[in-house]
């Protein structure tokens, strides 16, 4: 994995991009929904819906929509999520490249440092045995 | 086709919602490409690639990310363009649906409006010859 | 009600602003819903129940945060329902102003022309008998 | 004048594209000024300085910071502002051009529909003496 | 406090989230309002103002209105600014859970990683003697 | 260079702002590169076209109208860019101040971290040597 800068600090990494993003993410998600609040619940609960088998379109269809929504609107870490998921679904590194090049010409070259911090992703991802 | 009001005025439609929209879109699409700046000739011949057969991913998934992407960034032209490709490309209603229902949960609830906007247009392509 | 002009042309108004805006989006609601996409229906009913009596905070707070969220986010229509909204739960015009006041802060003078159809509704309501 | 549709209705104009925005514009930000609202009586006395002659950056820059953020930022109203003044302070119509282009470059796809309007709006400027 | 990694390095805390967030934000707010450009200071000031006792809205009502703004532009310290205001202000911990849920709806399921870092972030004010 | 907190830990700089900032973007573009998609390859060959000499409007105009572009947008890599940029095209500290002032007003007060960001790196450049 190569060295990553924060603020000028060179960090030695003891987990990988990916580790550390499904930590973060499921920690969170528990204290979110520990938190008993109704409407949030729901919310999450739509949102596991929404991306499960069933409906008029497939898994690799929903996880497309997912992944160049996220892009479009700039969210690194739903972004992420969504690579983990379209790797899981079988998308290739063409396909993944060629969905992220049309999000990338819609949303503008405002898009591009997200596709910097994908393509990572992405790259971690092929090499974690975390999401595999 | 059901009754319109723009500003409390009730308007006798004799051009469909289609007609109107794809007969704007030329006219103006024409205007901008005769301006002859190459910036943006460029961006409208990157616009057209970007939608064509080739590459890694088929002609559905590519409409698919337009017409979810332009639902999320809410733009109403932008969503009646790929309505009409959608269509063309050989989406069923069913889908179509699904794939806004997604995209609607991606960008919340403000994206209902324009939803509005797009079960309107979807139903006026049913019923339009222009781009059948 | 003031003159309106569309595209150069001065429309005669035989609907008000209110009762064209709550005309187009029942009719269009009912039709999203009609569509039977379990998707839709479930975050047009979470949308429901996230307005009505019940949870920590009162109905004023809830429409407090639906219109200026919907303000900085701009979309007309979306603050044209919430200061429907607004008017039904008690908001007097002085602190209609002032929350918008702060989301205009909040979102910068590119909110200003949302601003602008804003106010122009928010007359229109006090003139109507539509929500009264 | 080109022929304008709205909703299929072919619309006949009596006042064309520039004195109707102006005309709009100008009654409604007087209603926003005449609510006496201070926090928004600040906002709108802050814009009028940000592009009036004085500090760093010369008029043109400014209005060309207003014209090509307001187009990214996709405000259909703010770019027909910042256009007018734009003409004012001597812009021609291919910097116009070029600064849009650069705009949609940033902004991405989404912002054609946008730019349409834009070139329309910029062409009825010519043919007007409102703003001449 | 929990472990946090960053690019995969475990960061072993010697100051908490809140003072690290209060101390960038002072430091930067101080060199920005010392580059004596006018404009930026009056935006600054109109910031002061409309968060301030006055107008006819409660404080308690504003801070509802940055945070939910706050969250739905999907601005973390914007967030983490507003939530440090509304716990003293007087906020419970279920009416921030509520309000971060109906602008989670209306900014879809795009604002979750945000909503990550706020409750975080909530989390570590309720242990900081910082803003109390 | 001041010191740097994440997460509550303060990181001792081996590498300064710009430097890190330059080397990673390097590093990514580099690999976008390589992956021969041919529609990001385009994208960024028209990124680079767009701020090359040439064209309607001077350098100094394409750059001010990156940077207040790309910070209305809030994305902090695309400010940090072309910050670099409008020192190179010699933009002096008050013209870049005056130019990110408009754009907070235009974008409003959620802008305000970000231009904390750039306040800083705008900082860093003027003690770097990298872009010199």
Redesign the interface.
């Given at each position: 994995?190569?060295s990553?800068?924060?603020?000028?600090?060179?960090?030695?990494?003891?987990?990988?991009?990916v580790?550390?993003f499904n930590?973060?993410?499921s920690?969170?998600?528990k204290?979110?929904l520990d938190?008993d609040?109704?409407?949030?619940k729901?919310?999450?609960n739509?949102?596991t819906?929404?991306?499960s088998p069933g409906?008029?379109?497939d898994l690799k269809?929903?996880e497309?929509?997912?992944l160049?929504?996220?892009l479009?609107?700039?969210?690194?870490?739903?972004v992420k999520y969504h690579l983990g998921r379209c790797r899981e679904v079988g998308f290739?590194?063409?396909?993944v490249?060629?969905?992220?090049?049309?999000?990338?010409?819609?949303?503008?070259?405002?898009?591009?440092?997200h596709?910097?911090?994908a393509?990572?992703f992405w790259?971690a991802l092929q090499k974690s045995d975390v999401s595999a």
């Open positions: 994995m190569a990553h800068y924060f603020y000028g600090t060179k960090l030695i990494p003891d987990m990988d991009l580790e550390q930590d973060y993410r920690r969170m998600n204290q979110i938190s609040n109704l409407l949030l729901r919310i999450f739509l949102d819906n929404a991306y409906g008029a379109l269809s929903k497309l929509i997912g160049t929504c996220s479009v609107l700039r969210c690194d870490d739903c290739s590194t063409a396909e490249h060629e969905a992220m090049g049309v999000a990338t010409l819609i949303g503008g070259t405002i898009v591009i440092p596709l910097r911090r393509f990572e790259d």
